[in-house]
């Protein structure tokens, strides 16, 4: 080959090489664009599912609301299979009905008595004031003209303006008739009852008022002030607040002393929401907390972080079983093995409803499950614990079993990051802690009674906005785990906080808890009670069957 044809031959191959370069560059620009679309792809059906999920939201209406949560699938593939767990083999199946609702909150309808229909009758308590109406030929002619044969009565209630009273306390001053005129006696003079605060304008009375109105009835302080108003009584915020501040610190060792108590229980619920603070730029976001020992205490408590040392402020020394959510701010309690974590079915259940408008399908075949978890509990409610983890053991464990397995086999199938995939990922996340009720029958499926008794803060946020202080959060917390212990064992808040008010000042500090709402009825049979409510003139003048002892 001569110099030239190999020069041509060198130029072609240069060229090609300059082809093949240009190629793979453009091939890696390809690729990488290729990757960047891809990318926004995956972005773009992220927000497309997202975005179908809110809307299927909306048009339920249930946005803020877990009460609407209402899950009515046509499940009826699985209807043999979940009763053939629920029902014992000698038990009938019934026709299957799966459609009905499946929200843990709401209670089994099978065996309702019906609302009685028209008026109903008032109360018998309620003081009457009867009214003769005549005719007009009676009034005319007079009642000596006619003769009384019978007569119809009808009721009407009515209400009479607040009945704000004045009590006026007279002490006598005396002296003892001396014949010494040179060396009179003293001047005798009767001590004046015992108020819960010292010198305090109001009675134990109308400070439970005051107290009831604000965290019972969520009735901000500028309310109160007009409500008061309207019934004559001119009385300003600051004169109010002042009264709860100076109160809390009487009914902080009552409170305190169910907190003690609380934390003998073999298992605690607990849960938090945000509340904001007032400060001299802007609010600041803290939390309320909420623990629940089951038909004992309802206790509250505030802190400015959601976090770990917020946790252990209110939980330490805790040995036993908590039902909370899934939150990291609760693992390291769990690690030493004093406490046990307990999930909850009702937020397990939420991820799948939440995936029920993007994998219908699947969400369906999830809460299904999770429904005849919630049967079972019902039919259980009332049952004493053996029976309960028999039924649990029989019953429930089959359900469980079955939930988790077709979750291990949708887990590979499902797309990431969508709703359906983040519901199966909680649940297997959470399994050991969802399984734990099986083996212990005193545990609760789920943990919504933190979440009912954490709604009363929440309702109060809506009317008074924010906190005042740390000291107004500390005097939020300690009234209102006496109201919701009041209202978990069934008392009067006004009547308890008034003959608490009444009793507590010299009531013994080694005794306080005897003075909790779980203890009262108790406590107020006992003799000691009865003596110093009976005593208290300001407790008699509230009563309106009874005359102020002399």
Not at 20 to 30: G, K, N, P
Not at 286 to 312: C, G, I, N, Q, T
Not at 346 to 359: E, G, I, M, V
Request: hydrophobic fraction near 40%; glycine fraction near 4%; charged fraction near 30%.
């Amino acid at each position: 080959m001569n110099e030239a044809a190999y020069r041509q031959l060198e130029a072609r191959a240069s060229k090609l090489e300059a082809v093949v370069d240009s190629l793979s560059a453009e091939r890696e620009q390809l690729a990488a664009e290729r990757e960047r679309l891809a990318a926004e792809r995956e972005q773009y059906r992220k927000l497309y599912l997202q975005t179908l999920e809110r809307c299927a939201t909306l048009e339920r209406g249930i946005v803020a609301s877990r009460q609407t949560e209402r899950h009515a699938a046509d499940d009826s593939q699985l209807a043999l299979q979940v009763l053939g767990m629920l029902l014992s083999p000698d038990e009938q199946a019934p026709t299957p009905d799966l459609s009905e609702e499946t929200d843990p909150d709401v209670p089994e309808r099978e065996g309702t008595p019906r609302r009685p229909s028209g008026r109903r009758k008032l109360p018998e308590h309620l003081p009457r004031v009867d009214i003769e109406v005549l005719p007009p030929e009676v009034q005319q002619e007079g009642l000596a003209a006619f003769k009384r044969i019978g007569e119809e009565v009808s009721e009407v209630i009515e209400r009479r303006p607040e009945s704000l009273v004045v009590v006026r306390l007279v002490r006598p001053k005396f002296v003892r008739i001396a014949e010494d005129l040179a060396d009179p006696s003293p001047v005798k003079i009767a001590e004046s009852p015992e108020r819960p605060i010292e010198r305090g304008l109001a009675g134990p009375g109308m400070l439970a008022d005051t107290i009831v109105r604000r965290w019972q009835d969520h009735t901000p302080l500028n309310r109160q002030q007009s409500i008061y108003a309207r019934d004559g009584l001119e009385l300003s915020r600051s004169t109010i607040c002042g009264w709860h501040e100076q109160l809390a610190d009487l009914v902080e060792p009552v409170v305190e002393a169910m907190l003690r108590d609380a934390l003998e229980a073999p298992y605690l619920c607990t849960d938090a929401t945000g509340v904001l603070v007032r400060a001299e730029e802007q609010c600041q976001r803290a939390h309320f907390w909420v623990l629940v020992a089951p038909e004992r205490h309802v206790l509250y408590r505030f802190s400015h972080k959601h976090d770990s040392a917020a946790v252990d402020r209110f939980l330490a020394g805790y040995k036993g079983y908590l039902v909370a959510d899934a939150h990291s701010v609760y693992d390291h309690l769990y690690s030493t093995g004093d406490v046990v974590e307990v999930a909850c079915w009702a937020h397990a259940r939420r991820y799948f409803f939440k995936a029920l408008s993007s994998d219908p399908e699947r969400a369906d075949r999830g809460l299904a499950l999770i429904k005849g978890l919630f049967r079972v509990e019902r039919s259980i409610k009332t049952a004493p614990r053996k029976k309960r983890e028999l039924a649990r053991r029989e019953k429930s464990r089959p359900i469980v079993d079955a939930f988790f397995a077709w979750c291990d086999e949708q887990v590979a199938e499902v797309l990431d990051e969508t709703p359906i995939a983040r519901a199966i990922r909680y649940a297997q996340n959470q399994r050991a802690a969802l399984t734990r009720f099986l083996d212990d029958g005193r545990l609760p499926l789920d943990n919504n009674v933190s979440e009912r008794n954490l709604r009363r803060e929440v309702l109060g946020r809506r009317n008074w906005l924010f906190l005042g202080s740390d000291e107004g959060a500390r005097t939020n917390t300690l009234f209102v785990s006496l109201l919701a212990s009041c209202q978990l064992h069934g008392i009067e808040p006004w009547a308890y906080l008034r003959d608490l008010l009444c009793v507590l000042p010299s009531w013994p500090k080694t005794r306080v808890l005897e003075l909790a709402p779980a203890f009262w009825k108790q406590a107020r049979q006992q003799e000691d009670a009865q003596q110093r409510l009976a005593a208290n003139v300001f407790r008699a003048v509230t009563l309106a069957d009874h005359a102020p002892p002399v």
